[in-house]
C-alpha cells in the first residue's frame, strides 16, 4: 500500500526552522545575562598629573599599574578566602572588609569639668625642646601644654628637633598653624612666639623632666624652680608625663591640645587634603604605613630578609647613632618576638589572608623603602595599585615639602588618618598617634597585625609546613577580629612590672585617650568604662 504523501511540506518545513530560531535566540539572551551577572566592576580612572622623568626612569608608571589591575582583577576575585574578616564563614562580603567596628556610641568628650579656671597668673616662662620625628615630637608639644598649666608656667612656642636621624630645619610655624594653636588654648595656657626682651639674656634653669611623671612632681619638684629662676627650659619632651592617674581635666586638655588645637599649617593641611581626594578618586583605599625604612631597621636591629652588606650597614648607622642605647641586638630573636616591622612581602601575605582584593587602592605612608623598588617587588604583584605622594602628584607640586621630613611626614598622616582602613607594619610613633587620632574621630577602622602571631605562621610557610590559603587565611582572620580599633579602656600596666619598666608598659595615652576624653552619650560619670568592650 503507499502512503499518502503530507499536504503542504513546506509549511512544515518552515514551521519547525522558526522554533529552532527562536529556541537559539532564548538560549543566546540567557547567556548573555549570566555574563552580564558575573562581570566585575571598572576601577574608576582619574588623569594623574605626570611624575617627574627621574621618578619615572624604572619604575612602571601608575597608569601601567592601574591597568594591570583591572586585567587581573577577574583572577583575583576568585582566589580570595571564603571567610569574612569578622570571622563568619560563607563567602566573602567585601564591605565587611571594610566596615568600621561599633563605635557603642562613643564620642568625644573633651570639655573642661565646671572647677576648671582660667589660667592663674602666670609665675615664668617655659621653653620646650622637643625631640625625635614629627608624631614623637606632637606628643610632647602636647603633654608641654598640661605641664604649663600645672606649674603655672606662660609656654613659649615649641622648638622642634634639628638634630635628629632627619635632620629637618622646618620650625614650628612650617608644620603647625602656629596663630590658630596659640587662639585655640587661650583658655587654658598662655602662649607666647618668644621671650620677652628683658628676659633673653637671663639665666636659664635647664632640666631634663623625669619620665612618665604625675602632677606632684611638677607641683613639688620643678614648680620650686621659680624661686630661683623666671625660665625655665625642658631639655626633652617626650614622656614626661604620666599615661595614667593624672586629673581628669589634665587629661582632656591634652586631648583637646592635641586633636583640637594641633593642627597642620594651611600648606600642608592643602596638601593633605589634596593627596585624600587623589586617593579617594579609586574609592576606598588603605593607609599602609610600611615602616621599612633604614632608620627603623638600623634602631631595631631587624634583618630578616636582608643581606649580609644590609645588615653590616644597618649595624654601623646604630653603633655611630649615639643616643641610640642598645647596640647589640639578637636579630633573629628581634623578629621572633614581634618587635620588628612586617616585610613588605609579608604585608602582602597578611593583605591577601584578610581577604582585600588584588585591585584594592593601598596608600603607603612611609619614607625611603630600605632596598628601593626591588624590595616592593612581591607586595607590588599582590597589590599593584600601590600609591605615594610622589604619584599623586607632580613633583614640581611636592618640591617644597621634599627636603622637610616632618613635614613630609604630616602628609602621610593627614592621608591615613582620613583613610577607609589603617594598618601599620609597626607600631612606632606614627602608628600609635593614627590610631589615637581616629578612635577620636569615631573609632576608624585600625587593623593592628599580630606581628608575633604572624611571624610563627609566616616561618611555617617558609619551612613548607602550612601552605597559602584557607587555612592560613582563617588563622589569621581569627586573630585580628578583635584588633580592628573597636572601643575599650586604655590597657594599663602589665602585671609584675616595677619601677620604668611599669610604665613603659603602659598602653599610651595617645593611642587610646578612653575612657578620659571619649565617652557614651549622655552618661558622663567615671563609671562609663564598664561597658566597654575588650579587644
Known amino acids: ?46 588623569e594623574l598629573p ?62 573642661p569639668s565646671d572647677n576648671y579656671t582660667t589660667p592663674e597668673e602666670s609665675r615664668g616662662y617655659l621653653i620646650v625642646q622637643t625631640n625625635g620625628g614629627l608624631n614623637q615630637m606632637r606628643a610632647g608639644i602636647c603633654d608641654m601644654v598640661a605641664v604649663a598649666r600645672i606649674i603655672n608656667a606662660t609656654l613659649v612656642i615649641p622648638e622642634l628637633d634639628k638634630r635628629s636621624f632627619w635632620q629637618d630645619s622646618s620650625n614650628f610655624s612650617d608644620v603647625f598653624d602656629e596663630d590658630y594653636y596659640i587662639n585655640a588654648l587661650a583658655d587654658d595656657v598662655k602662649i607666647v612666639r618668644k621671650l620677652p626682651e628683658d628676659l633673653s639674656n637671663s639665666t636659664i634653669a635647664v632640666k631634663e623632666f623625669r619620665s612618665w611623671s604625675g602632677v606632684e612632681y611638677y607641683q613639688d619638684e620643678i614648680a620650686n624652680i621659680w624661686n ?30 592635641c586633636y583640637k588645637a594641633l593642627r597642620f599649617s594651611p600648606k600642608i593641611e592643602a596638601m593633605g587634603k589634596l593627596l585624600t581626594e587623589r586617593m579617594r578618586s579609586y574609592g576606598r583605599y588603605i593607609a599602609l604605613h610600611l615602616r621599612y625604612e633604614k632608620d627603623m631597621l638600623a634602631f631595631s636591629g631587624c634583618t630578616y630578609g636582608l643581606s649580609t652588606e644590609e645588615a653590616d650597614e644597618l649595624r654601623m648607622i646604630r653603633e655611630n647613632t649615639s643616643h641610640w642605647k642598645v647596640k647589640e641586638i639578637d636579630a633573629e630573636e628581634q623578629r621572633r618576638k614581634g618587635y620588628c616591622p612586617m616585610t613588605p612581602k609579608e604585608v602582602g601575605m597578611f593583605l591577601t589572608a584578610l581577604g582585600y582584593p588584588k585591585n584594592t587602592p593601598i596608600y603607603i605612608a612611609a619614607g625611603e623603602i630600605y632596598g628601593g623598588e626591588s624590595r616592593m617587588v612581591e607586595l607590588r604583584a599582590r597589590y599593584p595599585m600601590l600609591m605615594n605622594k610622589e604619584q599623586l602628584v607632580t613633583a614640581e607640586v611636592l618640591e617644597p615639602f621634599v627636603s622637610h621630613a616632618s613635614q613630609m611626614a604630616a602628609l602621610d598622616y593627614i592621608v591615613s588618618v582620613e583613610s577607609d582602613v589603617f594598618i601599620p607594619s609597626y607600631s612606632g610613633n606614627m602608628a600609635r598617634a593614627v590610631e ?44 585580628h577580629k578583635r584588633r580592628q580599633g573597636s572601643p575599650r579602656k586604655r590597657k594599663g600596666p602589665i602585671s609584675g612590672t616595677k619601677g620604668s619598666d611599669r610604665f613603659r608598659s603602659e598602653e599610651p595615652f595617645y593611642v587610646n585617650p578612653t575612657p578620659e576624653c571619649l565617652c557614651q552619650k549622655d552618661i558622663q560619670t567615671q563609671n562609663t568604662t564598664s561597658s566597654l568592650v575588650a579587644r
Open 436 to 479: 589615637g587620632h581616629r578612635r577620636f574621630l569615631g573609632h576608624k577602622k585600625t587593623i593592628s597585625p599580630d606581628r608575633k602571631a604572624l611571624v610563627h605562621l609566616f616561618d611555617k610557610i617558609d619551612r613548607g609546613s602550612m601552605t597559602e590559603g584557607e587555612k592560613l587565611s582563617f588563622r589569621i582572620i581569627e586573630i
Open 228 to 257: 630661683e629662676y623666671r625660665v625655665i627650659r625642658a631639655a626633652k619632651s617626650d614622656s614626661r608625663l604620666a599615661n595614667n592617674n593624672l586629673p581628669v581635666d589634665i587629661q582632656k586638655l591634652r586631648c583637646r591640645a
Open 1 to 46: 500500500m503507499q502512503l499518502k504523501k503530507p499536504k503542504w511540506p513546506l509549511l512544515h518545513l518552515l514551521r519547525r526552522l522558526l522554533m529552532c530560531g527562536v529556541l537559539a535566540i532564548g538560549l543566546l539572551a540567557l547567556c548573555s545575562v549570566h555574563l552580564l551577572s558575573v562581570q566585575l566592576p571598572v576601577l574608576p580612572s582619574i
Open 50 to 111: 605626570k611624575v617627574a622623568s627621574k621618578q619615572e626612569a624604572g619604575q612602571k608608571t601608575l597608569g601601567a599599574e592601574l591597568n594591570m589591575a583591572r586585567q587581573e582583577s577577574n583572577a583575583s576575585q576568585l582566589h580570595v578566602p571564603t571567610r569574612k574578616l569578622d570571622g563568619g564563614s560563607g563567602l566573602l562580603d567585601t564591605k565587611k572588609l571594610w566596615k568600621p567596628p561599633q563605635n557603642k556610641d562613643f564620642e568625644p568628650c573633651v570639655e
